[in-house]
């Protein structure tokens, strides 16, 4: 029971370790609270030839609760320009948010649903709402608060 | 690294893992006998109305977050869980093999050194072969042929007819008299025995009063430090804890003292307090991903590696835990 969250990310290290999807690499996972992957849309896509550095950051919650994901965005790094994805990297995937998390999804599986969030793009633009929330939002994306960020839904 | 160990890491390690097997198909069977939660090999597995399982302690946990099964994503809720005990005996089976099928499968799937003797002897472990397990215990309780929970035989009737719900004779017209039959010093040490079947109901603190909760916690022998929140808190948790470790098999359960030792884990690691509420739900609904076929496809990328097995270390550095040594109970035997 004790540290049951650092016993399954290292479950989940082995995996990656024994090997990650194409244009998904690990750069980072010194510590069992940040992990740092670097994603690559593969083939033809809006985002060819760009790698992007995606955070995640765990708690002892973790799996019951979703981790904390994020594009790193800092003098060497960007977040891509994605309807879903704001300028300081923060990201409005389904599978983060309380309602669409499941235990049994895993790092890998957040990868992969960022990385084909990515390939399906149709034009890269800004949310809507950039310009209003990102001056507003928190540091981490999990302590958003809901009235923040609604221009997904109508995007 | 050398052949042997490389065997002896494998053995050594508490993080049992399917890839440790150089075959597929024994890697497949090794992970199926893993929760989708946790990833380790259940433990006090149940199942819900869907079918899927996992380790009690998994889902209830799971269930104070959401109600619904983590795999297909139906509504579920506690009254849905019952323990899988051929499950559990089938992983209690695979996990005393397991270093002997390992020590074979290695030495069938790469040439080793080691002479049969030394393989034996170096899985020789705890993993003694289990004994039959009891169908009738001394107390009168019947193994019940439907849940295989321990049932006392005037009430297998009830118990049956009742979609094995109900668990003993004809409820209390109190709960109050329930909790302090749960809870009185007299049935305490006895209670698992007597009662193995006993799941603490599901409370609606709300309702009730902190004076209320907090003799609960004391006739549980426990904490009744804090305030409502905290109490309310412990109460659930120890809850959880104590119905989940009901869910396993009699030879399988821990005694309460260390469940109350699990307790005291838990809130020194924090989990106690109010977790961040994730607001992120509303606005994310977009891009609902069909995530069983994404678990899939990460767990199909993963057997697609080719990467030697060899490298899958563990980086230096990483603070690994100490390996929780579980205990060995002695099998039941039946005369
Ligand atoms: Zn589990
Ligand atoms: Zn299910
Ligand atoms: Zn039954």
Redesign the interface.
């Known amino acids: 029971m004790a540290l049951a969250h650092t016993r399954r990310l290292n479950k989940e290290l082995a995996e990656i370790h024994a090997g990650t999807p194409v244009g998904i690499n690990l750069v980072n996972a010194d510590t069992f609270e940040k992990w740092l992957f670097t994603i690559e849309v593969m083939g033809t896509s809006e985002y060819e030839a760009k790698k992007f550095l995606l955070m995640f950051r765990f708690d002892n919650t973790y799996p019951i609760s979703a981790p904390a994901v994020q594009f790193v965005v800092d003098d060497t790094h960007k977040a891509p320009v994605h309807p879903h994805v704001y300028s300081n990297g923060h990201i409005c995937a389904s599978i983060l948010g309380r309602e669409g998390w499941s235990p049994v999804l895993t790092v890998i599986a957040v990868c992969i649903t960022i990385q084909s969030m990515l390939a399906s793009c149709k034009k890269k633009e800004p949310p809507l709402d950039n310009d209003r929330y990102v001056p507003r939002a928190p540091e981490n994306p999990k302590k958003v608060s809901i009235s923040l960020m609604v221009s997904p839904l109508l995007a | 690294m050398s052949k042997r160990n490389r065997l002896q890491s494998l053995l050594d390690s508490s993080?049992a893992?399917p890839?440790d097997f150089p075959q597929r198909e024994l890697g497949h069977l090794d992970s199926s006998l893993t929760c989708?939660?946790?990833?380790?090999f259940y433990r006090g597995p149940v199942s819900l109305s869907c079918g899927h399982c996992f380790c009690s302690?998994?889902i209830r946990?799971?269930m104070?977050?959401?109600q619904e099964c983590?795999?297909c994503?139906k509504c579920a809720n506690e009254g849905q869980i019952r323990p899988v005990a051929a499950l559990e005996e089938i992983v209690e089976s695979w996990k005393a093999a397991r270093a002997l099928v390992l020590t074979l499968a290695t030495a069938n799937g790469e040439s080793s050194r080691l002479t049969p003797e030394e393989s034996i002897s170096a899985i020789a472990g705890p993993s003694t072969p289990n004994k039959r397990r009891k169908l009738v215990s001394e107390d009168g309780l019947i193994d019940c042929p439907i849940c295989h929970t321990f049932v006392p035989f005037d009430a297998i009737n009830m118990h049956i007819d009742s979609g094995c719900k109900s668990t003993s004779t004809p409820s209390k017209p109190k709960q109050k008299a329930e909790w302090s039959k749960v809870f009185s010093k007299r049935s305490k040490d006895s209670a698992q025995e007597s009662d193995p079947d006993r799941r603490l109901p599901k409370l609606n603190y709300h309702t009730m009063k902190e004076k209320q909760i907090r003799e609960l916690l004391s006739q549980a022998e426990l904490s009744t430090a804090g305030d409502k929140n905290a109490l309310t808190a412990r109460h659930q948790q120890w809850t959880i804890?104590y119905n989940s470790n009901q869910d396993r098999s009699a030879s399988q359960r821990q005694d309460l003292e260390r469940i109350r030792k699990?307790l005291k884990?838990?809130e020194a690691?924090?989990?106690a307090r109010k977790?961040?509420?994730?607001?992120?739900?509303?606005?994310?609904?977009?891009?609902?991903?069909d995530?069983i076929e994404?678990?899939e496809?990460?767990r199909r990328?993963?057997f697609?590696?080719?990467?030697p097995?060899s490298?899958?270390?563990?980086?230096g550095?990483?603070?690994?835990?100490e390996p929780?040594v579980s205990e060995v109970t002695d099998p039941i035997e039946v005369d």
């Open positions: 993080i893992d890839s989708k939660i946790c990833r380790e302690l998994c946990n799971s104070t977050s959401k983590p795999v994503r804890l699990e884990k838990w690691e924090g989990k977790v961040d509420i994730d607001d992120t739900d509303e606005y994310q609904r977009l891009h609902k991903q995530f994404l678990i496809r990460a990328s993963r697609h590696s080719h990467k097995q490298s899958r270390g563990r980086e550095g990483s603070p690994i835990e929780e």
